[in-house]
Nanobody, 132 residues
Framework: QVQLVESGGGSVQSGGSLRLSCAAS????????LAWFRQAPGKEREGVAV????????DYADSVKGRFTISQDNAKNTLFLQMNSLKPEDTAMYYC?????????????????????????WGQGTQVTVSS
């Protein structure tokens, strides 16, 4: 059974850090494109970061560049999102997603921010709350 399970969310003050994890089961992350998305109340789901495991390339939404880092541990089938210098506007439910045969080139056609339709597998999410 294919499954993505996020963890690591919580409440932090502005300027703080969190590290999100996404444990994958039922498939090997090494052959998939993986991503983090977020959705705040009343807003659309938006892409945060993507990693293409075919070549290791990564891309980020402009709003998180320089602050967030996406990485993966294929041996542990786990995806990570290191979030530093957190801001109140980063408050949202964070989801990991995956898809097979999805290249960074294709993601960049839509842009990371709007790439949600390209991903077929989704976790249940973990809440991140940043207070000022």
């Amino acid at each position: 059974q294919v499954q993505l399970v996020e963890s690591g969310g919580g409440s932090v003050q502005s300027g703080g850090s969190l590290r999100l994890s996404c444990a994958a089961s039922g498939f090997s992350t090494s052959v998939y494109a993986l991503a983090w998305f977020r959705q705040a109340p009343g807003k659309e789901r938006e892409g945060v970061a993507v990693i293409d495991n075919s070549d290791g390339s990564t891309d980020y939404a402009d709003s998180v560049k320089g602050r967030f880092t996406i990485s993966q541990d294929n041996a542990k089938n786990t995806l990570f999102l290191q979030m530093n210098s957190l801001k109140p506007e980063d408050t949202a439910m964070y989801y990991c997603a995956a898809n097979y045969h999805l290249s960074m080139t294709t993601v960049r056609v839509l842009g990371v921010l709007r790439s949600a339709p390209l991903f077929a597998m989704w976790g249940q999410g973990t809440q991140v709350t940043v207070s000022s």
